[in-house]
């Protein structure tokens, strides 16, 4: 009878091989419970900060001048469909028209915005 090579049992003998040999995993013993929470600890805290100090930058003149379209979109109107909606947004220089429902989101057309407000409604007497 024929037995399966290369599936499962020798991926896991393998990996034990390389482990065992190495002499950083065999002097390494297991962390502690105080030592593992303080790590962590650390972590956590190492991840808010940096979280932190990306939200400080973001905010600052010169992000603003990298990334122009961040923080100017605008919703210019929306007019219900039946169950869809379609949706105006103002986003940079662009006019979007994206049409909404249960079936997902469709870009209906595209606009700049110098064009969009040439051909938007006049008051006729």
Do not use: H
Request: hydrophobic share 50%; glycine share 10%; aromatic share 8%.
């Amino acid at each position: 009878m024929r037995s399966r090579v290369g599936r499962g049992g020798a991926k896991a003998s393998l990996a034990s091989v390389f482990l065992s040999a190495s002499p950083a995993f065999a002097a390494s013993p297991l962390p502690d419970e105080k030592s593992y929470l303080l790590r962590l600890l650390l972590a956590a805290l190492f991840l808010v900060v940096l979280l932190f100090l990306l939200s400080r930058l973001s905010r600052g003149a010169w992000f603003r001048r990298r990334f122009p379209a961040a923080g100017r979109c605008r919703l210019l109107g929306t007019l219900p469909l039946g169950r869809d909606s379609l949706y105006l947004i103002l986003c940079g220089p662009e006019v979007i028209a994206i049409v909404s429902g249960k079936g997902g989101a469709v870009v209906v057309g595209r606009w700049d915005k110098n064009q969009w407000e040439e051909a938007g409604p006049r008051d006729e007497v």
